[in-house]
């Protein structure tokens, strides 16, 4: 970031990786436009802000409202020149497809993927006629890899890597506008348990899982030196890469790794979650899945499976270049 009183757009701000961002960029002094569907989380990351000593306008929004989210890029203009706007938004739906109630599906897509174009399309007028301007797409290792169990979830973070890249093409010309990626790993947040679960079992995510803060830290740099894609966590490049080289087998083998998961998770009521409405659940930074008891549920059958992916890239990279030595 070029100075202290640069204004950022935040979505999603309310909890998790939205709330940690809004802290990491009010102690560079910048000026905070904060949106969510609860205001009253809002008002509680505001009030944390103000204290770290930024300047903080609230706009309750759900950004599968264009018209709201028009709105909020109007209200942040009061503070001047958008100088960075955060896409964050990103609701889940836990289930096996067909157990999964449709209108579930859709609305995973119209929060993490329409929610986004909506971002983008009430920011980029803004941008063009300032002739600059940071859009930051919070995306997630789903872009990379398929993850069963969550369709639309994978369905929308695909979208959405293909959204920016197309937008990038589109952008080409203009050198001072940046349609940034971030991809992370597993992050310790509430989202997993304000999200929507088709499961009957309890939700977790493996280790290692890493905190909000280094996703928000990775914000921060990419908002001072924007580039195109960011992975935060050594996770997020390992499934990427073995999604790469083995892209059926790497899905077969996350199904089997939350297969076996479940099997062992405690029962737990089926819920929409926040889907529909925003979580009546405290908020916060933190989601409790550092704890050492997740990390030892999870521990083993996650290393075996990452195991087993890295083996099955290799040996697929060197089935490949076996063939090709037999055809020259």
Sequence with gaps: ???????????????????ATA?????????????????????????????????????????????????????ALSFGAIDVWVSNVG????????????????QVIRANLIGHMNDAH?????????????????????????APYATAYSASKFGLKGFSEALRGELAEYPNIHICDIYP??????????????????????????????????????????????TVGVTADLIRFGHFFAPTLSARFMNWFITTYFKQADPTPVTDGNLYASSSRPGGIDGGLRSGKQR??????????????????????YGRNSRRGRWR
């Design 91 to 106: 609701v889940g739906a836990v289930g096996k497809f067909q157990d999964t109630p449709i209108e579930a599906h859709e």
């Design 185 to 230: 790993a597993f992050i310790d947040t509430p989202g997993i348990s304000h999200g929507a679960n088709y499961t009957g079992r309890q939700l977790s995510a493996p280790p290692p899982v890493y905190d909000a803060r280094k996703v928000a830290d990775a914000v921060v740099r990419v908002a001072r030196r924007p580039k195109a894609t960011t």
């Design 1 to 19: 970031m070029k100075n202290q009183s640069e204004v950022v757009v935040i979505t999603g701000a309310s909890s998790g990786i939205g709330q």
């Design 296 to 317: 030892l549920a999870l521990g083993a059958v996650a290393a075996t499976a990452a195991v087993a992916i890295g083996l099955i890239a290799l040996a697929n990279t």
């Design 23 to 75: 802290e990491a960029f009010a102690r560079t002094g910048a000026k905070l436009v904060i949106a969510a569907r609860n205001a009253a989380a809002l008002q509680a990351v505001a009030k944390t802000c103000r204290g770290l000593g930024a300047d903080v306008l609230v706009v309750p929004t759900d950004v599968t409202n264009a018209d709201q989210v028009k709105a909020l890029a109007e209200a």
């Design 122 to 146: 009430a920011i980029l007028p803004i941008f063009l006629k300032q002739d600059r301007g940071i859009f930051i797409n919070m995306i997630s290792l789903g872009g990379f890899a398929a």
